[in-house]
């Protein structure tokens, strides 16, 4: 499989502040992104996808960008809430079919 | 609602007894997954299958198989499992063509004794 991997594990933040949960991939021609929030015993949600052909995308406190230049993807939850407060992952389409890799996921813990 | 459903959420399988995973989707998906997830790690794609037809990953053991015989039903089945095989195994669907989002099930959490 593709290699997506996260910078950062863990990221504890404070009630009310910004979170930026990143991701590095490793395939250039992958052309389709997703974020996903999973909570214990759940299976992984979709919180916003990103395609190649766009270096952001805006979703309700949700905002992803896209940097192909470097292959990174960022994460970012505006005014984190408790609610927040799960493992995230990004996943990769390598363009060569329908497979998503999982990056290695960051856990977010929202202190109140 | 439309849902992909995991049968059953917990399963307990002995060393090398065969088992089944199953996985139903009513949102008539062209595209259906099956993943491994260990405790602290991420979903590891085993294979999927685009309407009949079935794509392994190369690091996918043999022990490992899977079974679509229609639309809304794809099985995985462990032929011999071992201790390292414990883990939540996931189902997800997705939309066939340009790539789309995944809709995941709730998984099944497999002990193996």
């Known amino acids: 499989g593709e290699s997506v991997g996260l910078h950062l594990p863990t990221l504890s933040v404070q009630e009310g502040d910004n979170s930026i949960i990143n991701c590095a991939y490793s395939?250039?021609?992958?052309?389709?992104f997703i974020w996903y929030k999973q909570e214990s015993g759940k299976g992984p949600q979709f919180i916003i996808d990103?395609?190649?052909?766009?270096d952001k995308r805006q979703g309700q406190r949700v905002t992803v960008l896209l940097n192909k230049t470097v292959k990174h993807l960022s994460l970012q939850i505006a005014a984190t809430q408790p609610g927040d407060s799960a493992v995230y992952f990004c996943?990769?389409?390598?363009?060569?079919?329908?497979?998503?890799?999982f990056g290695t996921g960051t856990s977010l813990t929202v202190i109140p | 609602d439309a849902m992909v459903i995991q049968n059953p959420r917990y399963q307990v399988t002995q060393f090398g007894k065969p088992v089944t995973l199953s996985c139903s989707q009513t949102l008539n998906h062209n595209v259906m997954y099956w993943y491994q997830q260990k405790s602290s790690q991420a979903p590891k794609l085993l294979f999927h299958y685009y309407d009949k037809d079935f794509n392994n990953e190369a690091d996918t053991p043999d022990n490992f198989q899977s079974r679509r015989p229609n639309t809304s039903f794809c099985f995985l089945d462990i032929r011999s499992p071992g201790l390292g095989d414990a883990a939540m195994y996931l189902c997800a669907t997705a939309r066939g063509g340009s790539p789309y989002e995944q809709y995941f099930g709730p998984g099944t959490r497999l002990t193996v004794t």
């Open positions: 996943a990769e389409n390598p363009n060569t079919g329908n497979q998503f890799y």
């Open positions: 395939n250039s021609a992958s052309d389709y």
């Open positions: 990103i395609r190649s052909n766009m």
